[in-house]
């Protein structure tokens, strides 16, 4: 199993630019969420799934959507970047009352 | 919200156990207690997760005592590669409500 996948890695962006940060996961988890986790700090909840169709909204939504079509797939999108939405984000997925696996994470700068 | 507090950093030295604790005091009936650990540049890694009293896996131990207020992560005999920023959690699973701290940065010395 290759877990949890994330991709970019690392991504660059201007002001005012859109892009999906996509996220997937072969273990057949129900549970999947979308953190962002700024220098020196802990992780904050952005949105998340509790399956396929399901999508809330976490501690910081502003500025990104979700879509949940499949049970393997979450991507994050970021409508209009902006530099504080510079970060690095982290994708996890868990099944319902478990530990959550975490991506490798997407370093983004937005200039 | 379960609101945790943790040390913000340690010290330790190899070969020593490193007991870390995190305050909830609002903590509710149906909420666990989860640790995670995470190393530079990488996301984090559960360690292990309980509801009361103690659980005890092949890396650590964790302690909670009867009112569930507090909890106390235990690693046994640290090494340099337990250098990392350990996260307490408290919440029910995936729910709105689960919130990571800004965690207690362990440093093991030689």
């Known amino acids: 199993n290759a877990g949890v996948t994330q991709t970019p890695k690392f991504q660059v962006l201007k002001t005012g630019q859109s892009m999906t940060l996509q996220c997937a996961q072969d273990?057949?988890?129900?549970?999947m969420s979308w953190y962002r986790q700024d220098p020196g700090m802990g992780l904050r909840l952005i949105h998340y799934s509790v399956g396929a169709g399901i999508t809330d909204q976490g501690e910081v939504p502003n500025g990104y959507n979700v879509s949940r079509s499949t049970t393997e797939d979450f991507p994050l999108r970021l409508l209009s970047a902006a530099p504080s939405q510079t970060s690095v984000y982290f994708c996890?997925?868990?099944?319902?009352?478990?530990?959550?696996?975490f991506g490798p994470g997407t370093r983004l700068t937005v200039l | 919200l379960a609101k945790t507090t943790q040390p913000i950093s340690m010290d330790s030295y190899e070969g020593q156990e490193v007991n870390i604790t995190c305050s909830h005091n609002?903590?509710?009936?149906?909420?666990?207690i989860t640790w995670y650990q995470q190393f530079p540049s990488q996301g984090p890694r559960f360690i292990i997760q309980?509801?009361?009293t103690k659980v005890t896996n092949e890396v650590a131990s964790l302690f909670i005592p009867a009112d569930r207020k507090s909890s106390t992560l235990s690693l046994p005999r640290v090494s340099l590669s337990d250098t990392a920023v350990y996260y307490c959690l408290v919440g029910v699973y995936n729910n709105n409500d689960m919130r990571f701290g800004a965690g207690t940065r362990l440093t093991v010395k030689p």
């Open positions: 609002n903590i509710a009936t149906n909420d666990y």
């Open positions: 996890a997925s868990s099944r319902q009352g478990h530990e959550q696996f």
């Open positions: 273990m057949n988890h129900e549970y």
């Open positions: 309980g509801y009361k």
